[in-house]
């Protein structure tokens, strides 16, 4: 079967860097997505990685490597407005997105 | 970026009564809509794939008499929850993506529907 693990919580301190980890076992890969997700809210787009390698945008970066299906999001200059849940999304052989269940990252003053 | 546009953000309903969710794409043409359910703190999960003009794929486990999906255009998506019971009551999210199913690009969220069956 179609799975995607990741870390259910996570705590780190304002300022500081954080990273989520997903693996992935899945049918096919056409990219991976990470999203943001507010209490309440729907997932609002993070980056997206389809080719090995590190993505910077601002303060999140995201990493993949297809050989061992394996992807993290790197959170820098960590704020208290990044207190969400964070959500790995592996699109698959028939381009459905496959979620992981979401890292709660709360963040501390 | 795209937006999605999702109402009512919010509805109460007494069991046994019908809710209707819209979906909107509003400043692009989304061929095929999403309709996800997600239940406190649990994933996303996919309930049916909606395709303009033609009748919506639903997932395993997801009665489609009870969850009736309209995509009359290529605009607007609609989910009809009917004969809602308490164990309906969930958040329920619409999403899109330019090219249709098979677009790479990220896939564009509405702002969600709480559903509370009482």
């Known amino acids: 079967g179609q799975n995607i693990d990741q870390p259910t919580e996570m705590t780190a301190t304002e300022g500081a860097i954080v990273q989520i980890n997903c693996t992935y076992q899945?049918?096919?890969?056409?990219?991976l997505f990470w999203y943001q997700q507010h209490a309440g809210e729907a997932p609002t787009f993070l980056s997206y990685?389809?080719l090995d390698g590190l993505e910077e945008k601002g303060r999140f970066s995201s990493f993949l490597s297809r050989s061992k299906g394996y992807s993290y999001l790197l959170l820098k200059e960590l704020q208290m407005k990044d207190s969400a849940s964070y959500l790995c999304?592996?699109?698959?052989?028939?381009?459905?997105?496959?979620w992981g269940a979401g890292t709660k990252l709360i963040i501390k003053p | 970026g795209a937006v999605v546009s999702q109402h009512p953000s919010w509805v109460i309903c007494k069991s046994g009564t019908s809710v209707k969710i819209e979906c909107r794409s509003l400043?692009?043409?989304?061929?095929?809509m999403f309709w996800y359910r997600q239940f406190p703190k649990q994933s996303l999960m996919l309930m049916a794939t909606?395709?303009?003009?033609?009748?919506?794929?639903?997932e395993q486990g997801v009665e489609k008499d009870k969850f009736l999906i309209n995509h009359a255009s290529l605009t607007l998506s609609t989910l009809t929850v009917t004969s809602a019971h308490p164990e309906d009551s969930s958040f329920y999210i619409c999403?899109?993506?330019?090219?249709?199913?098979?677009?790479?690009?990220?896939?564009?969220f509405g702002q969600g529907t709480r559903l509370t069956v009482v």
């Open positions: 999403s899109a993506s330019f090219g249709g199913a098979k677009g790479n690009t990220e896939a564009f």
């Open positions: 990685n389809v």
């Open positions: 400043d692009f043409q989304a061929t095929t």
């Open positions: 899945t049918s096919g890969f056409n990219g």
């Open positions: 999304a592996v699109r698959d052989s028939n381009y459905q997105l496959i």
């Open positions: 909606s395709n303009e003009g033609s009748k919506a794929t639903y």
